[in-house]
């Protein structure tokens, strides 16, 4: 993961009803957007959401709300960019994987960061400020894109005001969105450790 920064564009709406979920199919790979689905546990069918994820480049950005992401690899200084960084993403592979508290420093450093995420290979943590904290684990069986992806998951579901609990009572799959259709790449069991309350963006 390079030291760099990227804008990424996000739109969260429920799905229509006829939205189909589909396995991969090996002559499609790369079709669609990348997106994540959420489905609620007890109402699945009232509660369906979905997030998809697009580089804010031009017309790739048209309808969507756009956000400064950051990346920092193990061992790094904070760039210079991390200072008006919405989502500060750290490297959180190998045996000095950074933890919950880490990242609340993280956040302490950069006060204009609304969220910052360390992303292994196969789990993801992530801190909201003044919020929770979202451990999602399953991230390999998810695809490629996703540790990358994690914290403008979250950001996008706290902008929107969404209770971030919530999360941990939803199954959330990774995929790509088609016309009517959801290709899914894989799940993640997310995990919350924060008071069940709804945490939105300052105003």
């Not at 993280?106 to 196969?122: E, K, M, Q, R, S």
């Not at 992806?149 to 969404?162: E, Q, R």
């Not at 939803?170 to 009517?180: C, I, K, T, Y």
């Not at 259709?181 to 894989?186: L, P, Q, R, S, T």
Request: proline letters at 6%; one cysteine or more; aromatic letters at 6%.
């Amino acid at each position: 993961m390079m030291n760099h920064e990227k804008m990424i564009s996000t739109e969260l709406y429920r799905p229509d009803a006829g939205l189909r979920l589909a396995g991969p199919y090996p002559g499609r790979r790369g079709e669609g957007v990348r997106a994540m689905l959420v489905v609620p546990h007890r109402r699945p069918s009232a509660g369906w959401r979905v997030v998809t994820f697009r580089d804010a480049d031009g017309a790739a950005a048209a309808g969507g709300e756009a956000h400064a992401v950051a990346f920092l690899p193990a061992g790094a200084r904070a760039p210079r960019c991390a200072e008006v960084a919405d989502v500060l993403v750290l490297d959180g592979r190998g045996p000095s994987a950074v933890t919950a508290a880490g990242l609340r420093s993280v956040l302490a450093g950069n006060p204009g960061c609304a969220v910052a995420a360390a992303c292994g290979a196969d789990r993801c943590v992530t801190v909201v400020r003044d919020g929770p904290v979202v451990r999602f684990a399953g991230a390999r069986r998810a695809g490629r894109g996703w540790p990358q992806t994690c914290g403008s998951f979250v950001y996008a579901w706290w902008a929107a005001g969404l209770a971030v609990a919530s999360l941990a009572e939803s199954l959330v799959l990774a995929g790509r969105l088609r016309p009517g259709e959801f290709e899914v790449a894989g799940g993640v069991t997310a995990v919350v450790t924060a008071p069940a309350r709804t945490w939105r963006a300052a105003s």
